[in-house]
């Protein structure tokens, strides 16, 4: 219900976008976010966003960098990633969940209500 794309090669301090659109019904009243995977390395929250998407926050290491939004009319939500950087590689994953309150979404890796498979981006050096 949930599908991710976007990912690619890209060359350090390359942009990419990352789409996740949802199907099946409607995730206006989740918050939604993304996760990353790196290989060898734990899912790590990267970005989360409110139901209007008024509210937003990051994990240190993307802040200024990267950018969360949703369009609740296409029921989708976006990640815009800026200076890339190696360490950036990783599979990034959607998620959504209807438990708040909003600031605890990235404790929840476990509990989420859905997750899209992953998109997978490469940034070389």
Not at 16 to 32: P, V, W
Request: charged content about 20%; overall charge positive.
């Amino acid at each position: 219900q949930l599908q991710a794309s976007g990912g690619g090669l890209v060359q350090a301090g390359g942009s990419l976008r990352l789409s996740c659109a949802a199907s099946g019904r409607t995730f206006s009243r989740h918050y939604m976010g993304w996760f990353r995977q790196a290989p060898g390395k734990e899912r790590e929250f990267v970005a989360a966003i409110s139901w209007s998407g008024a509210g937003t926050y990051y994990a240190e290491s993307v802040e200024g960098r990267f950018t969360i939004s949703r369009d609740n009319a296409k029921n989708t939500v976006y990640l815009q990633m800026n200076s890339l950087k190696p360490e950036d590689t990783a599979v990034y994953y959607c998620a959504a969940d209807s438990q708040g309150p909003f600031r605890t979404f990235h404790t929840r890796v476990d509990g989420m209500d859905y997750w899209g498979k992953g998109t997978l981006v490469t940034v070389s050096s």
